[in-house]
């Protein structure tokens, strides 16, 4: 039922090109009001389920609804969801004002409208220039005003950064925000983080197809607290101090120091004091979203194991790990500087449980402190890539 909340929901979605599996049992919500990126590196499956959600590529199981309905089975498609897929092409002897005019009579939209979304888009001055002439960042402002024609309640852009300047990333993160904030809702696929870091409220991660990850930037840092690393003369009875104290999150790593989570370097540095232990170095490591992303998403090209360091047993908590995938990750960001690279999964003695409490993790260590963003619907990803979705 089209219940017009602007609410996108993928069920099960799973698309099979011949012996590639592109999109693989995915599953997520976009709910009005937010921003939410869609993440995931090169061949992850991010346009074939844009693709799939915009009824352009159908799917081999599961579904993708709009307002509570399939894309096709929308009244009016334009009004709805706006749709910028890949890099856009245009007539090339079109200007960005005759190009729009096009479209608004295709959808019924007033000329007034058309002049609207040109200056929304920073576009105004070169509504009669050629399309030919446009870099690839006016081409993104002339794709997204095409999208923004049919005032629609939903926007959906495939890499929308691609081609925008520093000022122009800027511009569309506060024009994306502005639009969630009216209560619409915004999709975006990225395969950088750290391009929709300050714009999204929350993420979807996916890699090889599946998923990774849904929710929060937020949550997804609280999932690694920040961990202290200290080197000490007498570890057991520092790691009795540390226990005694609260501290159950101990474990050593290869070069026989201790990482304790969820505390600080001062408080490891009084409890090993009160306990007679001499400190040589301590050091306090803190998440780094774009390298648990990158953990998260490592083997897509890979095809991990094999590749790195011997992946974990298990995926670390509320990750799911792709079926079958032989695990992730290959990348182990534990390792410190000009430490040997190699297979540092063994554990030392204060492991917590068969894998201790961390797996290898995204940290960043802080300096050692001693002593302390379419066409018409078809099917197979066939289409050209070029037009917006009127
Ligand atoms: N029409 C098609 N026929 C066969 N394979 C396809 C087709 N479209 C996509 N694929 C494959 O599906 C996988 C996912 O591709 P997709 O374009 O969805 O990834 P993506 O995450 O959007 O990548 P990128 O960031 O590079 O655009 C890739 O292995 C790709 O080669």
């Given at each position: 039922m089209h219940d017009g909340t602007g609410r996108i929901v993928v069920q099960g979605l799973t698309k099979q090109f011949g012996p590639v599996?592109?999109?693989?049992n995915l599953g997520f919500t976009v709910e009005p009001g937010t921003v939410t990126g869609f993440l995931g590196p090169n061949g992850s499956g991010k346009t074939t389920t844009l693709r799939m959600l915009l009824g352009l590529v159908r799917p081999t199981a599961g579904q993708a609804t709009v307002n509570g309905r399939p894309f096709e089975q929308l009244g009016n498609p334009a009004r709805v969801v706006g749709a910028v897929l890949e890099a856009q092409s245009f007539h090339p002897t079109r200007s960005a004002l005759n190009h729009l005019r096009s479209f608004a009579a295709a959808i019924g939209v007033s000329d007034r409208v058309v002049n609207d979304v040109l200056g929304l888009v920073g576009l105004h001055q070169a509504g009669r220039r050629n399309t030919k002439g446009f870099s690839l960042g006016m081409r993104q402002r002339l794709a997204l005003a095409t999208a923004l024609l049919g005032d629609p309640q939903i926007l959906i852009l495939d890499e929308p950064s691609n081609g925008l300047d520093p000022e122009g990333i800027a511009w569309l993160r506060g024009f994306l925000r502005d639009f969630a904030s009216r209560g619409r809702t915004v999709l975006i696929s990225s395969h950088l983080l750290r391009e929709v870091e300050q714009t999204v409220d929350q993420v979807v991660i996916i890699s090889r197809g599946q998923s990774m990850y849904h929710g929060s930037l937020d949550q997804l840092r609280a999932q690694r607290p920040s961990r202290v690393l200290v080197q000490a003369d007498d570890l057991a009875t520092l790691v009795g101090a540390l226990q005694e104290a609260g501290h159950n999150g101990i474990e050593s790593i290869p070069d026989g120091r201790l990482a304790v989570s969820g505390a600080d370097s001062k408080q490891v540095a009084d409890l090993a004091l009160k306990a007679g232990v001499a400190v040589y170095g301590i050091q306090e490591e803190h998440v780094d979203l774009e390298s648990l992303f990158l953990e998260m998403t490592s083997g897509q090209y890979t095809?991990?194991?094999?590749?790195?360091p011997p992946a974990p047993q298990q995926p670390p908590p509320n990750w799911g790990q792709p079926p079958g995938s032989g695990g992730f990750p290959t990348v182990n960001p534990y390792q410190q500087p000009g430490a040997p690279q190699g297979p540092y999964q063994q554990q030392g003695p204060y492991q917590h449980g068969p894998q201790g409490p961390y797996q290898p993790g995204p940290y960043q260590q802080g300096p050692p402190q001693h002593s302390p963003y379419q066409q018409p619907p078809g099917d197979q990803g066939q289409s050209d890539g070029s037009g917006g979705n009127h």
């Open positions: 599996t592109a999109v693989q095809g991990a194991p094999g590749f790195g």
